[in-house]
């Protein structure tokens, strides 16, 4: 049920923005996200963006990702986009069912995983995008079978700044009197660095996921030059170098890759 702004009135105490509350409250109704009124009333009484919040939920729900209002809510008022979580959720939770596909026969019961992640892992939403990551590539896999046995990220930064659609982005920048979008991204660990990290790992990792590319310089990992060599796949913003990935892919030093909402792997190169 859609309360009237009365209500909700009556309810919170809240005469300030009833309205939008209401508005918001259509907008996840008509999307098929479930969402109480008085959990926005309660995160507008906090301060928080209620617009943001309802979006992040509607733009992970696309993809079958169903996000808690808590988490959201937490995540806007630590001074994070729930907005833009909601659409890092989306986007990497299809990549991974997807990389789960094209490892099938790669990837084994019983195997160790190393996560790259958008977000570091002490980003407040890390945990809930780690859960669902895992979630979605068991799926694509068919199996459960696997274990992660670490995470890191972000890597390159490239794929939290660019999944986010385009107008989202300007309408942000207009909202803030900026002519262009902000500059997004973090600045991106290499492969020496990377390396480090997945060595300093106490167990034998069987294939490293990424969900946020990887280092230009990936093929001079020494991580890789170890044996057995593990299996590699990444996702990737959807204007990284198609034509690197691809080399890549002949190489051997990448196994599966997700870039635009496509696949890549090396048998089924173009």
Known sequence: MIHSTAAISRATGIEAAPALI?????????????VETALLAAHHLAGGDVQAVVRGLVAAHVAGVVLDVD?????????????????????????????????????????DVFLLTP???????????????????????????WEMVGSFGPVTGAVAAQCVPEAVRRAEAEQEGDAE??????????ADELSRI???CDREIHAIVSFDGLPEDWPEAPFLREEPRPVVAALFPPDADRARLRQWLLD???????MGGKPLTRNALP
């Open 252 to 258: 051997g030093v990448l196994q599966a890759a997700v």
């Open 71 to 111: 988490v959201l809510a937490a995540i806007d008022l630590a001074g994070e986009d729930p907005q833009r979580f909601g659409f890092l959720c989306r986007e990497t939770t299809r990549a991974a069912r997807q990389i789960g596909e094209a490892l099938k026969a790669n990837l084994p019961p019983g195997s």
């Open 119 to 145: 977000l570091p892992n002490e980003f407040l939403g890390s945990e809930t995008l780690q859960q669902f990551l895992r979630q979605s590539l068991a799926e694509g896999l068919g199996h459960e079978q």
């Open 181 to 190: 979008p902000p500059a997004q991204g973090t600045p991106p660990v290499s």
């Open 22 to 34: 209401v508005n918001c409250r259509i907008l996840a109704t008509k999307a098929g996200v479930p």
């Open 198 to 200: 997945l060595g300093a």
